[in-house]
Nanobody, 119 residues
Framework: QVQLVESGGGLVQVGESLRLSCVAS????????MGWFRQAPGKKREFVAR?????LYIDPVKGRFTISRDNAKNTVYLQMNSLKPEDTAVYYC???????????????WGQGTQVTVSS
């Protein structure tokens, strides 16, 4: 099992930026597809982005969010620009067991970090 620890969440105003970080334990990081999900109050957890052989984003964040990784630091990042109130959610780091966008495909989850965008 891989432990994932997120950081970087917070309260920001509309249009501002945040960068989330997720540090992974273990030796499988560099060969793993990593990603981010989010869960807003009263809603299901949804896929946001992943990075492996290719990167993938959901349409609402394309052009605003960028996922990246540093294998030497076992860290995956989510740079979030031009934040909107609808981006408010708990953001979860994920290590995929197989390449998908479904929560069921995730092998390991982080504890989550709150992102709140205030208008």
């Amino acid at each position: 099992q891989v432990q994932l620890v997120e950081s970087g969440g917070g309260l920001v105003q509309v249009g501002e930026s945040l960068r989330l970080s997720c540090v992974a334990s273990g030796r499988t990081f560099s060969s793993s597809t990593m990603g981010w999900f989010r869960q807003a109050p009263g809603k299901k957890r949804e896929f946001v982005a992943r990075i492996g052989a290719v990167t993938l984003y959901i349409d609402p964040v394309k052009g605003r969010f960028t996922i990246s990784r540093d294998n030497a630091k076992n860290t995956v990042y989510l740079q979030m620009n031009s934040l909107k109130p609808e981006d408010t959610a708990v953001y979860y780091c994920a290590r995929f067991a197989y390449v998908s966008t479904a929560s069921a495909s995730v092998a390991d989850w982080g504890q989550g970090t709150q992102v709140t965008v205030s208008s």
